[in-house]
């Protein structure tokens, strides 16, 4: 397999752009989606960044909990 | 005449190639001759009966601050550790200003676990910048020293406060590859960020709060020395370990360097996620990346009191932050008064399993001498309270002096374990050697490897294991002339029984400065060990004062 081979399929996930929300992240990735049910999606695939806001052990921010070196999920977990 | 030579003995020279009689000479500090020795030498150890092979490398260290106290990183080298890798997870001791050493050991106390006290008396900080750093360890060093740069601190010293609040900016990222350069240049074996520490306060380190273009241009600096990418990835969670694989793939692609990640667990209840992470490795490496997923080779388990902060209790937020946050008084109080000792009750309630297995391993006084060895279980049943009241009540009647040991934690069925440190894309590592000191012993991973992986339970041969922790990890880290046994090579070697070698058992002792203490094992069935050279420790004489340690890679040996 070459550098430029084709990888097998896995989670679609994506890096952060700077100053990005789950709103921004939301229309961004899920364009087909109403806007709230992709904020919701979003949240629900990525509980790594979104329970940081919860109030646990190691709560950064409520307003946006996002840092720029998280791992994004844009899909759900495979089966 | 030799310096040294080691007659007799079962050479495995670290190749993975079978295992062959031979002596072994040793000239200013190299290897002269391995085959028949018939001159005589100033030295002569018989190895008759023992395996002779190239001294470990231990690629997952924090013996940072160790060493600015102990040049030998004990007890590390008298298990036949040559080499030592420091400044993991982001985390180094340089370069460092004035104005943030408070904050770096925060930091450290946070995420290794390593005592404030010790840092207070056992440091003097006469250092700022990297290579003053390692000047300052280099005297009586005694072991060699992987120095990485830690990306955390790097953004500290270019950006101050605001490396915790923000991106940086052009201008910073450029200033912080300059500054890795200098440290490159110093000597450092590479660079180490992570994506899942927090600090003191349990806010995200500073190099989580970088974005893929700052990780980018630093990962370009590297590549004009070839140096290595440590990574912490989120490593409860296959899917986020990969996602961080690939994202080190496409960075050792674009810039041909080397990159690891640590730790990589398995255990009876993730062996399918494993499964799925290695092959995503197997893939990256045929496109010709290098993503080494570091191993370690002893099962988990943690022992704590409620005197230090322990990391068995971050999913349980009013337990961490009364740990993390009070007074030894405080927690008496907050285990003693019914409000809050019933908050804390019913937070750990579901976790009552947990507390049953725990085992009472030290006490202060005498008055609960009778239960150490035993279960909160057992305790609890002679007492007549739950487990989780008997670990509280014990614990305030012992002013937190009471110590508990949560064994089995996973990583422990040696099928799945076996199968992953002999896998050929497998880097063993991650002892985490220096840190968690309270936590569990960090020492013995390579006699653990040898007595219980290779003799007792044959999953690997003894050649395979050999090569895995000695030349395998100098190729994978660039350490240039050690690793094998080849005449022309520096003379780091070790002598063990293969009969005996064991982790040794696990002890308590108190030789932190500061009157601190910590978990070690003493070595078991190792009977030389040499760097550059020279004896720095046998089983005869223990530790000795011919200190040859050297920083790599590309220091120079003084012979």
């Known amino acids: 397999m070459s550098a430029t081979a084709q990888l097998s399929r896995v989670r679609k996930s994506i890096l952060p752009q700077g100053g990005d929300t789950w709103e921004t992240i939301a229309a961004r990735e899920l364009p087909g989606m109403a806007a709230a049910d992709a904020v919701a999606a979003l949240q629900s695939w990525n509980l790594h960044v979104f329970m940081r806001a919860a109030g646990g052990v190691g709560r950064l921010r409520s307003d946006n909990p996002i840092l720029p070196s998280d791992v994004i999920f844009v899909e759900a977990p495979q089966a | ?559």
Request: aromatic share 8%; hydrophobic share 45%; glycine share 8%.
């Open chain 2, 1 to 559: 005449m030799y310096d040294l030579v080691i007659r007799n003995g079962r050479v495995v020279d670290g190749s993975g190639m079978p295992a062959f009689n031979a002596d072994v000479a040793v000239k200013d500090g190299r290897i002269a001759r391995i085959g028949r020795v018939d001159e005589p030498a100033r030295r002569v150890i018989d190895a008759s009966g023992k395996v002779v092979a190239p001294g470990f490398i231990d690629p997952h260290t924090h013996f940072d601050a160790q060493l600015l106290w102990d040049g030998y990183a004990k007890p590390a080298l008298s298990h036949g550790v040559t080499t030592v890798v420091a400044g993991n997870c982001s985390l180094s001791l340089a370069p460092l200003k004035a104005e943030h050493r408070m904050k770096l050991v925060g930091m450290f106390n946070q995420i290794e676990e390593m005592p404030l006290k010790a840092f207070k008396e056992g440091v003097v900080w006469d250092w700022e910048s990297f290579s003053e750093y390692l000047n300052r360890i280099r005297k009586g060093l005694a072991i060699n020293v992987g120095q990485l740069v830690g990306h955390s601190v790097l953004r500290l010293w270019v950006m101050g406060e605001a490396a915790m609040e923000r991106t940086a900016t052009e201008q910073e990222i450029g200033a912080m590859q300059d500054l890795l350069r200098e440290c490159l240049d110093a000597g450092a074996i590479g660079l180490s960020t992570s994506y899942v520490d927090m600090d003191e306060t349990l806010k995200p380190v500073p190099s989580r709060y970088a974005d893929a273009g700052e990780v980018d241009a630093l990962a370009s600096v590297l590549s004009e020395y070839g140096r290595v990418l440590q990574i912490v990835p989120e490593f409860y969670d296959p899917d986020l370990t990969i996602a961080r694989l690939d994202q080190l793939a496409e960075l050792s692609l674009k810039y041909a360097i080397p990159t690891t990640f640590s730790p990589l667990f398995v255990s009876a209840d993730n062996v399918a996620a494993v499964e799925r992470v290695m092959a995503r490795v197997d893939e990256q490496f045929a496109r010709g990346a290098r993503v080494w997923p570091q191993v370690q080779t002893r099962p988990i388990d943690i022992s704590f009191s409620f005197a230090v902060p322990s990391l068995l209790f971050i999913r349980l937020p009013g337990w961490y932050n009364v740990m993390r946050f009070g007074t030894p008084d405080e927690i008496i109080a907050a285990f003693s008064e019914p409000e809050s000792r019933g908050k804390l009750v019913a937070e750990a309630m579901s976790q009552m399993d947990l507390w049953a297995s725990l085992r009472l391993r030290h006490v202060a006084g005498d008055a609960n001498r009778q239960y150490v060895g035993k279960t909160l279980a057992e305790i609890g049943q002679l007492r007549g309270v739950s487990p989780l009241e008997a670990m509280i009540d014990l614990s305030v009647e012992e002013k937190l002096d009471a110590h508990f040991l949560s064994e089995s934690m996973g990583h422990n069925q040696d099928e799945h374990v076996g199968a992953l440190l002999r896998h050929p894309r497998v880097h063993i590592g991650a002892s985490d050697g220096g840190a968690h000191i309270l936590s569990f012993s960090t020492y013995g991973d390579t006699g653990y490897l040898f007595g219980h992986f290779v003799r007792d339970e044959g999953l690997l041969t003894l050649e395979q294991a050999v090569k895995k922790v000695t030349s395998d990890t100098a190729a994978i880290w660039g350490i240039p002339d050690r690793g094998l046994l080849r005449p022309g090579l520096v003379a780091d070697i070790v002598v063990f029984d293969p009969e005996q070698i064991d982790r040794g058992q696990e002890v308590y002792v108190q030789d932190v400065p500061g009157d601190g203490s910590r978990y070690v094992r003493d070595a078991h069935g190792v009977d030389t060990v040499i760097v550059a050279g020279g004896i720095a420790w046998s089983a005869a004489d223990g530790y000795t004062d011919d200190a040859r340690g050297a920083i790599l890679p590309g220091e120079l040996v003084a012979a």
